[in-house]
C-alpha cells in the first residue's frame, strides 16, 4: 500500500491535481468580442440549478495522510501545522477552522468553497454592509481514491485530465450527504428542470425570473447575484449563466 507523505509530495503536481477546473458558460463564448453566441450547452436529461454566488474560489484538500491543504484556485496557501499561511483574500484565516475539525477520509477529498463578503472583491457589497464579515458555501467535492497513480503524472498530463472532465466529483445525491456530514451549507439550488431555454433572449429572462436577488447575504444586504450554475445530477454536464454576459450581448444587439 501506498503511503501519502505531505512533505515528500510534488507540490506542483498535487496543486495541478486539485485545481477547480473552468466551467464553460451556458452560451458559448464569441471569441471574437467575448459576447455569447446562440449556441447553448446540451443537457441530456434534468438539470439542477444553482445560486453561483461571487466570490473567491477556495479549496479545502484532505490527503490521505490525515493533514490538509488550503488553496485558492491557481495556488496552494497553507497546510495544517504550518506557523505561516499566506493571507491572500483571507482564505486561509476563514476556512482554517473549517478545516481543522474535518475528518480525514483515508483517501484524498477536496471540499470547493465560495468564499464571499467581506473585501472579496467588488460584488462583497452585495452580500454584507460589514467588510468583517465573509460567508462561504460548499458547491463541488471532489472524491480521488487513485491519487498515488495521479500523482506520477507529468504536469501537461494533469492538466488535460482536470479540464477535460477527468476528475471524479461527487453527484448531486453524495453532495447532499457530504455537505451536512461536514457541516458545511451548498450553495442554493433554485430548481431542477428538463429543459432550459435555448435562446439568449430566453436565458436572461429565466435569470431575471428565478433569481432577482442573492439567496445568501450575510445581514440586511439584498444584493444582486452574479448568476445561476446548471448541472446534471451526476455532474458529468456542466455550465454557467451569469447576468453580466447576457446583459452585454443583449445591449450590442
Not at 37 to 45: I, N, V
Request: charged share 25%; no cysteine; proline share 7%.
Amino acid at each position: 500500500m501506498t503511503r501519502f507523505d505531505l512533505r515528500a509530495a510534488d507540490l506542483r503536481a498535487l496543486n495541478s491535481l486539485t485545481k477547480y477546473p473552468s466551467i464553460p458558460t451556458y452560451h458559448e463564448l464569441d471569441p471574437r468580442n467575448g459576447g455569447l453566441l446562440e449556441s447553448p450547452t446540451a443537457f441530456p436529461g434534468d438539470v439542477i440549478a444553482t445560486e453561483k454566488v461571487d466570490g473567491t474560489n477556495s479549496r479545502i484538500v484532505l490527503l490521505p495522510d490525515g493533514s490538509y491543504v488550503i488553496g485558492s484556485r491557481e495556488e496552494l496557501l497553507h497546510a495544517r501545522g504550518d506557523l505561516i499561511a499566506n493571507p491572500a483574500l483571507g482564505i486561509v484565516e476563514q476556512l482554517r477552522p473549517v478545516a481543522d475539525r474535518l475528518a480525514a477520509p483515508g483517501s484524498l477529498r477536496v471540499y470547493y468553497l465560495e468564499l464571499y463578503g467581506g473585501k472579496v472583491g467588488g460584488a462583497a457589497k452585495q452580500y454584507t454592509t460589514d467588510a468583517t464579515r465573509f460567508g462561504w458555501r460548499l458547491f463541488d467535492v471532489m472524491l480521488l481514491d487513485d491519487w498515488a497513480t495521479a500523482l506520477t503524472w507529468p504536469q501537461p498530463a494533469i492538466s488535460a485530465w482536470r479540464e477535460s472532465g477527468g476528475q471524479p466529483f461527487a453527484t448531486e445525491e453524495e453532495l447532499a450527504e457530504l455537505a451536512p456530514a461536514a457541516g458545511l451549507s451548498l450553495t442554493p439550488r433554485l430548481f431542477r428542470t428538463g429543459s432550459l431555454p435555448e435562446s439568449i433572449a430566453g436565458m436572461q429572462a429565466l435569470l431575471t425570473e428565478r433569481l432577482p436577488e442573492t439567496l445568501v447575504a450575510l445581514d440586511g444586504a439584498r444584493g444582486r447575484a452574479e448568476g445561476i450554475v446548471f448541472r446534471s445530477p451526476d455532474r458529468k454536464v456542466i455550465a454557467k449563466a451569469r447576468f453580466q454576459d447576457y446583459a452585454r450581448t443583449l445591449r450590442r444587439r
